[in-house]
């Protein structure tokens, strides 16, 4: 909501700049990217989504065998419940039970990690995107570069789209 008011009123603030009458000899010049589509398609995106599935892949394999320790258990315990002595049934069930709270931790912990490892990785990738977009600005004489967000911007021209213009340059930048 915020992000969308800030929106509106830079537009107010360039529709203003445009129909004032002491600026119209300045050239206004407008771009926007799609951030989105620039993270995803990008080879620094890319490689990052690879390791998110490779940390994924890892994570969920510790998951798989803690689960199959719990249902060893649970199959132990339901096979040995008539035979089992009371405290031996009550020691088993303990097991179990702190079994079960420490798969509860670890995917709590595989979650946090992941989520944080991705804040990382996003973040740099943003960081270097936003240094190519602030490049062209200044280099291109533009006047303001939005970011295209759904809903946001209902129209753009694709003459000022930057999205593969910035693309182009970030991967051209990884290579070197």
């Known amino acids: 909501m915020v992000r969308r008011l800030v929106i509106v009123l ?8 445009v129909n004032t009458p002491v600026l119209t000899a300045e050239t206004i010049k407008i771009g926007y990217i799609n951030l989105q589509r620039a993270l995803n398609e990008s080879e620094a995106g890319k490689n990052a989504k690879k390791q998110m ?16 320790e719990i249902d060893r258990l649970k199959t132990e315990i339901d096979r040995q419940k008539a035979v089992l002595s009371a405290e031996a049934k009550k020691k088993k069930e303990d097991t179990l039970e ?54 946001i911007i209902l129209y753009g021209s694709p003459s000022v789209n930057l999205t593969d213009r ?10 070197k």
């Open 10 to 17: 830079l537009f107010v603030v360039v529709v203003l700049l």
């Open 53 to 68: 599935e490779d940390i994924i892949a890892s994570k969920q394999k510790g998951i798989n065998e803690k689960e199959k």
């Open 98 to 151: 702190r079994e079960m709270r420490d798969y509860q931790r670890l995917l709590r912990d595989s979650q946090e990690e992941v989520q944080k490892k991705e804040m990382e990785l996003t973040s740099e990738i943003l960081r270097e995107l936003r240094t190519v977009v602030n490049r062209i600005g200044k280099d291109e004489g533009y006047t303001m570069i939005f970011e295209h967000a759904e809903g």
């Open 166 to 175: 910035v693309i182009k340059i970030i991967n051209e930048t990884k290579k």
